[in-house]
T-cell receptor
Framework: NAGVMQNPRHLVRRRGQEARLRCSPM?????VYWYRQLPEEGLKFMVY????????ESGMPKERFSAEFPKEGPSILRIQQVVRGDSAAYFC?????????????FGDGTRLSIL | DQQVKQNSPSLSVQEGRISILNCDYT??????FLWYKKYPAEGPTFLIS?????DKNEDGRFTVFLNKSAKHLSLHIVPSQPGDSAVYFC???????????FGSGTRLQVQP
């Protein structure tokens, strides 16, 4: 499967725990994006990363949320001390490095539920 | 502040007819526009895109039209098929930022 891979597909956490969401981009893609979708809403941009660099984190909450895309391995979106309002679908997308007008291709998301 | 708006939450058309989905945007810096299709429990699937230097782009049954003066784009699907039933999102970005701004989606139902 050459598509964007996200895991886990479903994640259940209790309030106060940490959530780690993983994303492996499509082969040949070096740009990764994270989006969040609340029920009945569109996707909202959170962060844009290239290998070892955060390029744009303007959509990411300042507290409790962090993202990384290390030289080796998948991109990780980390949510510390989760709260009920963090329950959402989190989607990762990737695009190639060349050219600015390149479509982003999405994974199937991680559904995060907070008890 | 919704910079990308899809004012029709749902649309129902007969199989074989044309489906027209609409999208309006307010940010004049947007210069790249995309349409995605989404099935439940799956990620958005890229359909077609258009840059602001064009006013039309076609790919098979899908055509996107861009009216820059009206800040309006539309997706035409013809002929519509039952497998097209899904939620359709329009999205926009400007060259300086790759972040996509999405509309809230339109649920298309194609009746056999």
């Amino acid at each position: 499967n050459a598509g964007v891979m996200q895991n886990p597909r479903h994640l259940v956490r209790r309030r106060g725990q940490e959530a780690r969401l993983r994303c492996s981009p499509m082969k040949g893609h070096s740009h990764v994006y994270w989006y969040r979708q609340l029920p009945e809403e569109g996707l909202k941009f959170m962060v844009y990363l290239q290998k070892e660099n955060i390029i744009d984190e303007s959509g990411m909450p300042k507290e409790r949320f962090s993202a990384e895309f290390p030289k080796e391995g998948p991109s990780i979106l980390r949510i510390q001390q989760v709260v009920r309002g963090d329950s959402a679908a989190y989607f990762c997308a990737s695009s190639p490095a060349s050219g600015s007008n390149q479509p982003q291709h999405f994974g199937d998301g991680t559904r995060l539920s907070i008890l | 502040d919704q910079q990308v708006k899809q004012n029709s939450p749902s649309l129902s058309v007969q199989e074989g007819r044309i489906s027209i989905l609409n999208c309006d945007y307010t940010n004049s810096m947007f210069d790249y526009f995309l349409w995605y299709k989404k099935y439940p429990a799956e990620g958005p699937t890229f359909l077609i895109s258009i840059s602001s230097i064009k006013d039309k782009n076609e790919d098979g049954r899908f055509t996107v039209f861009l009216n820059k003066s009206a800040k309006h784009l539309s997706l035409h699907i013809v002929p519509s098929q039952p497998g097209d039933s899904a939620v359709y999102f329009c999205a926009s970005s400007d060259t300086g930022r790759r972040a996509l701004t999405f509309g809230s989606g339109t649920r298309l139902q194609v009746q056999p």
